[in-house]
C-alpha cells in the first residue's frame, strides 16, 4: 500500500465532530460553523446567508452539512447560491465532513456549511 502525504491548503480539514462540536485543528467549535479558504466562522443557519453568498466566483462547490440526517437546503437558498455558479450539495454533517477533507486534499476550490449533529 502507498501513503501521500496529504498537504491542505490555507483551510483546514475537520479533525472530527460529537454532539454539538465539530473539531477544527485541534480546537473544538461548538454549534452551527461555516469553513472556506477565509478560515473557520460561526454560521447562524440558512437565515444566515452573508458568508455563503460572499462564495460567488470563489468556490465551485459548497457542501452542506444538514446535521445528523439529511435535510434539504431551503430551495430559495439553493436556487440563490446556484445562481451565482456555486453547486450546492447538501448530505448529512458527517458525510459533508469526509467529503470536504477529502476533496480539499485534492485542491478543490469548496466551502463548508455545517449544522452539528
Known amino acids: 500500500m502507498r501513503l501521500n ?3 491542505y491548503t490555507e483551510a483546514l480539514p475537520i479533525d472530527g ?3 454539538g462540536f465539530f473539531r ?6 461548538e454549534g452551527p460553523i461555516f469553513i472556506s479558504d477565509d478560515g473557520v466562522h460561526t ?6 446567508r452573508a458568508l455563503l453568498l460572499d462564495l460567488a466566483e470563489q468556490v465551485d462547490v459548497l457542501f452542506i452539512g444538514t446535521g445528523a ?3 434539504h437546503v431551503p430551495e ?3 436556487a440563490t447560491l446556484e445562481g451565482l455558479g456555486i453547486g450546492v450539495e447538501a448530505m448529512n454533517s458527517p458525510a459533508a465532513c469526509r467529503t470536504y477533507n477529502v476533496l480539499l486534499s485534492e ?3 469548496i466551502a463548508l456549511a455545517l449544522l452539528p449533529v
Open 24 to 29: 477544527i485543528g485541534g480546537q473544538a467549535i
Open 5 to 7: 502525504e496529504i498537504n
Open 69 to 71: 440526517e439529511t435535510e
Open 76 to 78: 430559495d437558498l439553493r
Open 107 to 109: 485542491g478543490r476550490r
Open 43 to 48: 454560521w447562524d443557519g440558512y437565515e444566515d
Open 17 to 19: 465532530y460529537g454532539p
